[in-house]
């Protein structure tokens, strides 16, 4: 199973990836974790040791070069379209608890130098990671989909899009359902996060009527509180726990793509 979650900065995005990869690997998956945000949260959420120490494969100069035969920032260089990236998993992914994490980093674009070669090897990896690879794949993204292709896209078996309730995250969800829809990515879903009543949830409901929503995790004091002590919220939070699970049973009881 594929699955990419996106949605606002800030509606715990990060935090769903982090619990349904763990909750995937608690039930005997092999999970790989791919932080594709810009902000690069997804191994302290883990809680990797030192997750600052983490490179993002961007910023691997030498790999860069190695593999598209150009450095990053040349101007005007021949690079390699296809480069090698099958053993880069096994060479540079973090592993604990039985979770592999690997770092992407952000999508450059162009201005002071050319950004091609670094782009050319995250679309290639991307792409052997969501096609190649047979295991869980939880893809944290940002609030756009900018790491997934027309290619990548057709091999995601769903993606997820957070919201919290607020304008701001409902049109987010919008904003990333159509850039979804336009490259291909038909099977969209959404969660509902810090959730504090039925009003909430009958504002979710309400305001997005064409998406499926999986679950709605309700607002708990205890998930702030293991971000500060550093802990899990599903090692505190029974709700989330709880909610989680629930989530976890209908992804894996979803039929399979056709």
């Known amino acids: 199973m594929k699955l990419a979650i996106s949605g606002k900065g800030g509606v715990g995005k990060t935090l769903l990836s982090a619990l349904l990869a763990r909750e995937f690997s608690r039930n005997g998956f092999t999970v790989l974790a791919i932080d594709a945000d ?19 494969i961007s910023e691997m ?31 540079y992914a973090q592993r604990q608890n039985g979770i592999r994490l690997m770092v992407m980093g952000r999508l450059k674009r162009g201005g002071g130098g050319c950004y091609c070669p670094e782009n050319s090897l995250l679309q290639s990896l991307m792409a052997h990671l ?16 900018e790491h997934l292709t027309r290619a990548t896209a057709s091999a995601v078996d769903l ?30 879903a959404a969660v509902g996060n810090k959730m504090r009543n039925a009003d909430d949830r009958k504002f979710m409901l309400s305001s997005l009527p064409d998406f ?20 899990l919220p599903v090692d505190s939070s029974q709700p989330a726990i709880k909610e989680i699970q629930n989530i976890y049973q209908k992804l894996v009881e979803m039929p399979s793509r056709s």
């Open 159 to 188: 993606l997820i899009v957070v919201v919290e309730p607020g304008s701001k995250s409902v049109d987010t969800a919008l904003r990333v359902k159509k850039l979804a829809q336009d490259i291909g990515l038909k099977r969209i």
């Open 61 to 91: 100069k030498d790999l860069i070069y190695e593999r598209t035969g150009a450095k990053p920032g040349e101007v005007g260089s021949m690079y390699n379209l296809s480069p090698k990236v099958d053993d880069i998993p096994e060479k």
């Open 38 to 56: 810009p902000d690069t949260n997804l191994a302290a959420a883990l809680r990797f040791p030192h997750p600052e120490n983490i490179v993002p």
């Open 130 to 145: 969501l096609v190649a690879r047979n295991e869980v794949v939880v893809l944290d993204m940002a609030a756009g989909i």
């Open 212 to 231: 499926e929503f999986l679950g709605f995790i309700p607002y708990d004091p205890s998930i702030i509180d293991a971000d500060i002590s550093h802990t």
